[in-house]
């Protein structure tokens, strides 16, 4: 499964970003998927996550109440929505999947990985 990661940019401390995930060719409906980000010098670290069943998504302390990830099966995407960014938001953000499962904060848990998109919160 190739991921496709997008929407990364640069914006104001404040504002809005909304990033998409997306496989090449096929639905996203049957994988459980994870959002990980990593910033210069940093490990890679959990953002959010979405399982296929009807449990609430899950999120990192540092991003609740200000992100928000969703399905649209209608475009077969998931997307994570950014509010009120800060500067230390600010690194590469990867989607990836895996197929059984419940949602993991761990990175290893996932199969497949996207190649990033760069998101940039400037103060």
């Known amino acids: 499964v190739q991921l496709q990661a997008s929407g990364g940019g640069l914006v104001q401390a404040g504002g809005s970003l909304r990033l998409s995930c997306a496989a090449s060719g096929r639905s996203l409906s049957s994988f459980i998927i994870g959002w990980f980000r990593q910033a210069p010098g940093k490990e890679r670290e959990f953002v959010a996550g979405?399982?296929?069943?009807?449990?609430?998504?899950m999120y990192a302390d540092s991003v609740k109440g200000r992100f928000v990830l969703s399905r649209d099966n209608a475009e077969r995407t998931v997307a994570l929505q950014m509010n009120s960014l800060k500067p230390e938001d600010t690194a590469v953000y990867y989607c990836?999947?895996?197929?059984?499962?419940?949602?993991?904060?761990?990175?290893?848990?996932?199969?497949?990985w996207g190649q990033g998109t760069l998101v940039t919160v400037s103060s």
């Open positions: 979405i399982g296929w069943n009807v449990s609430p998504p």
């Open positions: 990836a999947a895996r197929l059984f499962g419940p949602v993991r904060r761990n990175s290893e848990d996932y199969v497949y």
